[in-house]
């Protein structure tokens, strides 16, 4: 059975940092592709960004130079690096994985498991 748990969400102050990380099991972890995602209320689901074996993909320009995506191959994890965190970062995120490649982490299409996600509240 697979599992996607992400953890390391919270309240944070606008300019702060915060560090999600995304533990799974049941599954090959170097096999997949893995994506962050985040939906606001009353919003779409939008990528963030994704990393695989063979490359990764670019971030979404609105956090580009405020979050990293890195992934531990020992710890079967997948991390995002938040920092100067903004309010319209407010959103439930969310860890997916895609069998090898990120093609589709704009939308998630592709990505066939998926946490049940962390809230991230940025106040202003």
């Known amino acids: 059975q697979v599992q996607l748990v992400e953890s390391g969400g919270g309240l944070a102050q606008a300019g702060g940092s915060l560090r999600l990380s995304c533990t799974t099991s049941?599954?090959?972890?170097?096999?997949?592709?893995m994506g962050w995602f985040r939906q606001a209320p009353g919003k779409e689901r939008e990528g963030i960004g994704c990393t695989a074996w063979s490359s990764n993909s670019p971030l979404r320009p609105s956090v580009k130079g405020r979050f990293t995506i890195s992934r531990d191959s020992a710890k079967n994890a997948v991390y995002l690096q938040m920092n100067s965190l903004k309010p319209e970062d407010t959103a439930m995120y969310y860890c997916?994985?895609?069998?090898?490649?990120?093609?589709?982490?704009?939308?998630?299409?592709?990505?066939?498991?998926w946490g049940q996600g962390t809230q991230v509240t940025v106040s202003s």
């Open positions: 997916a994985a895609s069998w090898r490649y990120c093609s589709g982490w704009t939308s998630g299409t592709g990505f066939d498991y």
């Open positions: 049941g599954l090959d972890f170097d096999d997949y592709a």
